[in-house]
């Protein structure tokens, strides 16, 4: 047993040292000045911080408890490697639900991180989340440069607010993969602003590359394959589908989206395994995230209820996600960014990804930001604005509840614990009427202009 401890200890003194030479050398090898890029390091700090308070918390053990999303994905690549048959079948050791998400997703992790024992493959990931989390916010300090915010304090302000917080605590918490999520996300949109601001003209390995990227991380969730629908037809008219660049394009898609899925076509019941185990997954998760929190205490919904307003809900997001699909007139990046908005707030399941949906979604902040003045000006011109980012970080920063049941127990019998669950609420509404109120003023300016 102390040798086993003391085992463990090694591999976390090894993770974090070479998580600091692996983030020296990613600062050198792209010529990245400490002291002029503190802005960024910062944040990035501030995501290890997080990642420490959970290890701190747990004696440095991980371990099966609250690793649960981490266990799912390592159980699923050794199913692959046992028999990729019964990849939806597998008991995965009495979880409620086994491995849900496409088998790309399985198929990675097989020849990765199920690749090692189970003591060691938490660690060897928590790394992993780690460096991933700096590229993370590195690909989204590029998307803020090349959407006009060239000066870093304003980038910090964005940087800040999804560094930190209860969000970024839980993806640890749980060890799962929303940092590889979000960082290929991230990743895709800058290359696609980037071609497209510098007029690079797009071949087919810029396509391989995105699609192929695209599809893959869409494998935890039907909702990314929405937006990747989004993003394959955007700049496209009726006139110009069957234009001979546009069905390679299709093409491509089709081609990535059947070789990461192989596994459907050499074992095609897997298909129907799949339909099973996902209307199960939604079997357990008929609530709203806004409502699901609420303690019959403070406020009593009867599930028929809760479901009705679940159900509305949906077709309104998928109404909406159409209208955004419809509009020529929208940018790719408010694209993403009202496609974001849409699932924060219809989606039942938002909560799983907010680290990935509000980064998205504050970039409709930016047309409104005003850069040029100075000091106590720029807070006075950009009150609204600050408002909007205050909800986000209310959100991102305040604890959630199996947060508050690991550091301070007995919360629940607070008279302060209403705010806890009726925090969603709150800052989601009040990031919502600024956004209404900064679109409102454009609108009436453009209507005095004409």
């Known amino acids: 047993m102390i040798s086993y401890v003391i085992l463990i200890l090694i591999v976390i003194f090894i993770a974090f040292f070479a998580s600091s030479i692996i983030t020296f050398i990613f600062f050198k090898i792209f010529s990245i000045n400490f002291k002029e890029n503190l802005y960024l390091i910062i944040p990035i700090l501030c995501i290890g911080i997080w990642a420490l308070l959970f290890l701190r918390k747990r004696n440095f053990i991980l371990n099966d408890l609250y690793q649960e999303d981490f266990m799912i994905y390592y159980l699923s690549g050794k199913q692959i490697l046992r028999d990729a048959s019964k990849l939806y079948t597998y008991d995965y050791e009495g979880y409620d639900v086994g491995y849900v998400y496409l088998p790309a997703f399985a198929m ?39 959407l006009g915010l060239k000066e870093k304090k304003y980038r910090f302000l964005f940087l800040i607010i999804i560094s930190n917080g209860a969000v970024v605590f839980f993806i640890f918490l749980l060890n799962q993969a929303k940092y590889i999520i979000g960082f290929l996300l991230f990743f895709i949109l800058r290359r696609e602003l980037q071609y497209n601001m510098e007029n690079i003209k797009k071949d087919i390995k810029f396509y391989l590359i995105n699609y192929g990227l695209f599809i893959f991380l869409s494998s935890t969730g039907p909702y990314f394959l929405l937006l990747f629908l989004i993003y394959l037809f955007h700049g496209i008219s009726r006139n110009e589908l069957f234009e001979k660049e546009n069905i390679t394009k299709f093409c491509i898609a089709i081609l990535m989206l059947f070789i990461q899925n192989i596994l459907f076509i050499i074992y095609p019941r897997l298909i129907f395994d799949y339909i099973k185990i996902s209307l199960k997954w939604n079997e357990l998760n008929l609530k709203h995230f806004y409502l699901r929190d609420l303690r019959k205490k403070f406020i009593s919904i009867p599930d028929l209820a809760q479901e009705g307003i679940t159900f509305t809900l949906n077709i309104v997001m998928y109404v909406a996600i159409l209208i955004i699909f419809l509009n020529t007139k929208l940018r790719i990046e408010e694209k993403f960014a009202f496609f974001s908005l849409c699932l924060i707030l219809f989606w039942r399941l938002a909560i ?9 979604s504050i970039l409709l902040f930016i047309p409104f930001l005003n850069q040029n003045e100075k000091g106590i000006g720029f807070f006075k011109k950009n009150i609204i604005v600050l408002i909007g980012l205050i909800s986000v970080f209310g959100i991102f920063f305040w604890p959630n509840t199996t947060y508050m049941v690991i550091f301070y127990s007995g919360w629940e019998y607070s008279i302060f ?25 454009k609108y009436t300016s453009i209507n005095a202009l004409n």
Not at 352 to 360: A, G, K
Not at 417 to 425: D, G, M, N, P
């Open 108 to 146: 990675f992790f097989s020849v990765t991180f199920s690749l090692f024992p189970r003591f060691i493959a938490p660690y060897i990931f928590f790394l992993f989340n780690y460096i991933i989390a700096i590229l993370f916010t590195r690909e989204y300090d590029k998307i803020l440069i090349l």
């Open 352 to 360: 799983r990804v907010i680290l990935i949906l509000f980064p998205l």
């Open 417 to 441: 614990a209403i705010f806890f669950y009726l925090k969603y609420l709150i800052f989601i509404s009040i990031f919502v009427s600024v956004l209404l109120i900064l679109y409102y003023k």
